[in-house]
Nanobody, 122 residues
Framework: VQLVESGGGLVEPGGSLTLSCTTS????????IGWYRQAPGKEREGVAC????????RYEESVKGRFVISRDHTKKTVNLEMKNMIPEGAALYYC????????????????WGTGTQVTVSS
């Protein structure tokens, strides 16, 4: 199982950024995928998850209405579209995966990428 995040970078407050998690080594249909983030000095937190089917998505409260997680089965990627970014969204963003059912809520998914950095600054 391999997960490679991309798309991080500098975004202004109020701006948008889309992260991508490229997956390999497993059947995407059979796995839950989560996005997490960790800011300096803070604990890692779950941001969004496709926790079962593509219709079963969950979001951390502060990102609801601004972030959208989606899965592209053809490209084998899982994207996190982030809009109206706020400074508190600056962090190292990770994607994680595991077969269903998922432990996303407990932050103990089986497989992890190495992260992509998101900076929010004007």
């Amino acid at each position: 199982v391999q997960l490679v995040e991309s798309g991080g970078g500098l975004v202004e407050p109020g701006g948008s950024l889309t992260l991508s998690c490229t997956t390999s080594g497993f059947r995407l249909d059979d796995y839950a995928i989560g996005w997490y983030r960790q800011a300096p000095g803070k604990e890692r937190e779950g941001v969004a998850c496709i926790c079962w089917s593509d219709a079963d998505t969950r979001y951390e409260e502060s990102v609801k209405g601004r972030f959208v997680i989606s899965r592209d089965h053809t490209k084998k990627t899982v994207n996190l579209e982030m809009k109206n970014m706020i400074p508190e969204g600056a962090a190292l963003y990770y994607c994680a995966a595991e077969p269903y059912p998922t432990s996303y809520r407990h932050g103990r998914m089986d497989y992890w990428g190495t992260g992509t950095q998101v900076t929010v600054s004007s």
